[in-house]
């Protein structure tokens, strides 16, 4: 059973930073390219980013660009990401997701909060 759980969310003023994380289980992580989506109050879905199955490779959406970034650790079974010069548009619950076969796997989600 595929198994994503994430960790790190919190309340934080702008301009703070965060690290979520990301335990996998029940597939292959290492070969598996990941992602972070997130969805705000009331918006649909926003991908945000992607790594590699060797994390040698990332992409960004353009509204976290230049702030966010993404790794993962293959030994640990888990993906990160450091969200720095956060800003309050950055406020959702922050989604890893996985495509295992023909389905998408997401995981509870971490309500993240930028406001002062």
């Known amino acids: 059973e595929v198994q994503l759980v994430e960790s790190g969310g919190g309340l934080v003023q702008p301009g703070a930073s965060l690290r979520l994380s990301c335990a996998a289980s029940?597939?292959?992580?290492?070969?598996?390219?990941m992602n972070w989506v997130r969805q705000a109050p009331g918006k649909g879905p926003e991908w945000v980013s992607l790594?590699?199955?060797?994390?040698?490779?990332?992409w960004y959406a353009d509204s976290v660009k230049g702030r966010f970034t993404i790794s993962r650790d293959n030994a640990k079974n888990t993906v990160y990401l450091q969200m720095n010069s956060l800003k309050p548009e950055d406020t959702a619950v922050y989604y890893c997701?996985?495509?295992?076969?023909?389905?998408?796997?997401w995981g509870q989600g971490t309500q993240v909060t930028v406001s002062s």
């Open positions: 997701k996985v495509v295992a076969g023909p389905n998408d796997y």
């Open positions: 029940g597939f292959t992580f290492g070969n598996s390219d």
């Open positions: 790594i590699n199955s060797g994390g040698g490779i990332a």
